[in-house]
């Protein structure tokens, strides 16, 4: 799914400078993104578990599990972040069957990527 095609007319378009938090891992989160330019880094308890770049999403965990960040999202570089409150998030899943098999292939990945990174 081409994230950044169904994204490109967002409104709801945030810019972050190189090193700027975007989310803070245990905060409270009710938005996720979709990394329109530049890269971000997904890190957990200090240790770097992904970077995401353009067109792929971060933040989704807190929408989907309990509205609490699971991991910090840091810009890495410059970058634009196109933003996906709840409700948009819940129309998404049911109305676009792709947008919910592209953010279950995401959090797989990265459940696997994680459990390298940490060793088990």
């Known amino acids: 799914m081409d994230l950044l095609e169904v994204f490109k007319d967002s409104e709801d378009v ?7 938090v975007i989310a803070v891992e245990g905060a409270e989160g009710n938005h996720m993104y979709v990394v329109m330019d530049g890269e971000v880094t997904i890190s957990m308890s200090g ?39 709840q409700a948009s998030f819940n129309a998404l899943l049911r109305h676009v069957p792709d947008f919910s098999l592209h953010v279950l292939k ?12 940490i060793g088990k």
């Open 47 to 85: 240790k770097i578990l992904a970077t995401a770049r353009a067109g792929e999403v971060v933040g989704e965990m807190a929408l989907i599990n309990s509205n609490i960040r699971s991991a910090t999202v840091t810009a890495k570089t410059d970058c634009r972040l196109a933003l996906i409150d």
């Open 14 to 20: 945030v810019n972050f400078p190189a090193g700027s």
């Open 106 to 117: 995401v959090l797989a990945e990265r459940l696997e990527h994680a459990y390298d990174v």
